[in-house]
């Protein structure tokens, strides 16, 4: 199983960008995934995560309302859009599938749930 993730970059606060999580080896409409992000000195942390049945949906209270996951599976990937970026948003992004953690809105996820992960890709917000 591979998982690639792409689309980070430097971005002013207040601005937007979108993250993809590709797949190839395997469909990831069969996996939950799960969006996580680690910044300098601290825990990775689960900031958003889709089921893999009926999209059942999770977000960190810190992305409420700021950051949309969402699947295409005609791409086989799944996307992270995260608008009204802050500096606190700054962080290494990775994907991650789970065969069996469901996603749901009251249940954060852990890094131990999922057993595959993506290399991760930068978010810099600063001006």
């Known amino acids: 199983l591979q998982l690639v993730e792409s689309g980070g970059g430097l971005v002013q606060p207040g601005g937007s960008l979108r993250l993809s999580c590709a797949a190839s080896g395997f469909t990831l409409d069969d996996f939950n995934i799960g969006w996580f992000r680690q910044a300098p000195g601290k825990e990775r942390e689960g900031v958003s995560c889709?089921?893999?049945?009926?999209?059942?949906?999770y977000y960190a209270d810190s992305v409420k309302g700021r950051f949309t996951i969402s699947r295409d599976n005609a791409e086989n990937t799944v996307y992270l859009q995260m608008n009204s970026l802050k500096p606190e948003d700054t962080a290494v992004y990775y994907c991650?599938?789970?065969?069996?953690?469901?996603?749901?809105?009251?249940?954060?996820?852990?890094?131990?749930?999922?057993?595959?992960w993506g290399q991760g890709t930068q978010v810099t917000v600063s001006s």
């Open positions: 889709i089921s893999r049945s009926d999209g059942g949906i």
């Open positions: 991650a599938a789970s065969g069996y953690y469901y996603c749901s809105a009251y249940s954060r996820p852990k890094s131990f749930d999922f057993g595959s």
